[in-house]
């Protein structure tokens, strides 16, 4: 990172110092080497907000079992967790542990709560480990963390100056106080795109469902809604300022005709319900679009996923449509992961396995960022 062009500053634990000595990371970094929250040669108080505040990026690595299990529990017993808890900047981890240590089901638990709360994993990978083992569990290179560094700031500025709209998560369209009609979305695909527009510069306006915000960068404006038509209102509104816009919601096609006041009883054998059709979010940004604008849409299919994409794609004047298929092995709601096709108007088609959803966020703004 130093050869790059970057500043580095290093925190230690104090065990990481049986392995390696301060003077090493010191001549390295060019700076002073953090280890307790005080310098214990003048007594200095070493300031963990200040040096979580000066980072653009932290990177924990190796990231033990230990403080695996302590960042995800919010655990501040030394400098390190103190920095990470007053980080208000991207933080990469990368763990390195034995092979059973890492698929021990706390491990995973742990990793996932991580990656829940915004952080960004630096995975692991197969090789040998300390025990003699050979598996899964040792630190990424660092040379390939060097080049996800490296990577992620060059990103950073191919969007800058663009304004992006991004919806994500279900709507809710209530019946009484207590009760609505719903979806099983998470969001989860759209706070990634979310995330990767704004790790590229952009400024990302994410009209959010009822889910929960977890996750989603800092510099993100979020507006939360609850209905369709709160959806729609605040999407046509901010669309008009918009560069582009990414519209992932499963926004609800019906609504309850009538909403009572208070909570239904249950009074007899049958309920009918009477459902009238909400306003659809995406073809109406398609009518107001201008020839600047990009803008772009999800189809999640059981059938007929090609014809049902491609005439949505025309109907509702879209750029290009991702398509996902809730028949496909990890993709469709809640998943982690996530199966996408996605066709443009010219009608090149682009097809992609099976990934992370942060990975198939990257594939949708790779495309967005040729329109732009």
Known sequence: MI??????????????????????????????????????????????????????????????????????????????????LSADCPVFFAPAMDLDMYLHPTTQQNISDLLRFGNIELPAVEGELASGLVGKGRMCEPEDIAHIMTS????????????????AGPTYEKLDPVRFIGNYSSGKMGKAIANELASRGAS???????????????????????????????????????????????????????????KIKKKTEDFNLEMVKTIDVLKSLGEIKRNNQILAGFALETQNKYENALSKLAQKNLDFIILN????????FGKETNKITILEKSGKKHTFDTKPKKDVAIDVVNLLATYL
């Open 152 to 167: 992620y700031f060059q990103k950073e500025k191919t969007l800058s100056g663009k304004t992006i709209l991004v919806n």
């Open 204 to 262: 990302v306006n994410l009209v959010l469902g009822p889910v929960t915000t977890d996750g989603i960068a800092s510099n993100i404006r979020i507006v939360q809604i609850e209905s369709a038509q709160e959806m729609y209102q605040a999407c046509s509104e901010i669309f008009t300022t918009c560069d582009a816009a990414i519209l992932s919601a499963a926004v609800a096609d019906y609504r309850p005709a009538i909403q009572e006041d208070h």
């Open 3 to 84: 050869k790059s062009g970057a500043q580095v500053k290093v925190v230690c634990t104090p065990n990481a110092l049986d392995f390696v000595t301060p003077l090493t990371l010191s001549t390295l970094s060019k700076n002073a080497i953090y280890s307790h929250f005080f310098v214990k040669e003048t007594g200095e108080w070493v300031n963990h907000v200040e040096l979580g505040k000066w980072a653009d990026a932290m990177v924990i690595a190796p990231c033990t079992a230990n403080t695996l299990t302590k960042m995800a529990n919010g655990y501040c017993d030394n400098l390190l967790l103190a920095s990470y």
């Open 325 to 332: 298929s809730m028949n496909d092995t990890g993709a469709g």
